[in-house]
């Protein structure tokens, strides 16, 4: 069983800047897409942005010239930099593998990331 570990998160105020790491340990990214999710207080989990093997990415609408998501298969490991934070964006981020639209891997503990003034 994969395991996903998600770093990075923390407390930061609005236009602020993080970058998230998603180390995973086994190759599970480098046979599918690469996903960002996350999921804020009495919300569902949404999907933030995805990369595939080959690099190409996909970015929700809300995060879309904020966020880059990017991936070093070497290390088994996805990225999300995100810029221009804002307090909507607070939340707890999770990472995984896609294949077909549905992720293959149990979801780690995420990391919390907190917008705040």
């Known amino acids: 069983q994969v395991q996903l570990v998600e770093s990075g998160g923390g407390l930061v105020q609005p236009g602020g800047s993080l970058r998230l790491s998603c180390a995973a340990s086994?190759?599970?990214?480098?046979?599918?897409?690469a996903g960002w999710y996350r999921r804020a207080p009495g919300k569902q989990r949404e999907l933030v942005a995805t990369?595939?093997?080959?690099?190409?990415?996909y970015y929700a609408d809300f995060v879309k010239g904020r966020f880059t998501i990017s991936r070093d298969s070497a290390k088994n490991t996805v990225y999300l930099q995100m810029n221009s934070l804002k307090p909507e964006d607070t939340a707890v981020y999770y990472c995984?593998?896609?294949?077909?639209?549905?992720?293959?891997?149990?979801w780690g503990q995420g990391t919390q990331v907190t917008v705040s003034s």
């Open positions: 995984n593998a896609i294949r077909s639209g549905i992720v293959v891997s149990s």
């Open positions: 086994g190759s599970i990214f480098n046979r599918n897409v």
């Open positions: 990369i595939t093997s080959d690099g190409r990415s």
